[in-house]
């Protein structure tokens, strides 16, 4: 049973930074791709940013391209969303992701999630 647990979410202000991270457990990811997504209340979740488990390949959002980078440690089983230049637009739920197979932007092409951390951003 995959389980993906999310955080370090929190309270900042504009400008600020925050590192989120996701534990992941319950089988090995080779292969897989995990990604960060976020829903800002009354909007859909969007996706934020994903990394190739093995290959270590990122992709981001045009909107967070430069101030956020994801990152993984294998032997922790753990991925990290870091969160520089944090703005009011980036206040939402965010939320780690996890699928087989390629890179993806859509959310539901992804069968794993973790239950979201709480990111707000201050002006």
């Known amino acids: 049973q995959v389980q993906l647990v999310e955080s370090g979410g929190g309270l900042v202000q504009a400008g600020g930074s925050l590192r989120l991270s996701c534990a992941a457990s319950?089988?090995?990811?080779?292969?897989?791709?995990l990604g960060w997504f976020r829903q800002a209340p009354g909007k859909e979740r969007e996706f934020v940013a994903a990394?190739?488990?093995?290959?270590?390949?990122?992709y981001y959002a045009d909107s967070v391209k430069g101030r956020f980078t994801i990152s993984r440690d294998n032997a922790k089983n753990t991925v990290y969303l870091q969160m520089n230049r944090l703005q009011p637009e980036d206040t939402a739920v965010y939320y780690c992701?996890?699928?087989?197979?390629?890179?993806?932007?859509?959310?539901?092409?992804?069968?794993?999630w973790g239950q979201g951390t709480q990111v707000t951003v201050s002006s």
């Open positions: 992701a996890a699928r087989a197979a390629f890179m993806s932007v859509d959310r539901n092409q992804y069968n794993y």
């Open positions: 319950g089988r090995t990811f080779n292969g897989y791709v």
């Open positions: 990394i190739g488990w093995s290959s270590g390949i990122t």
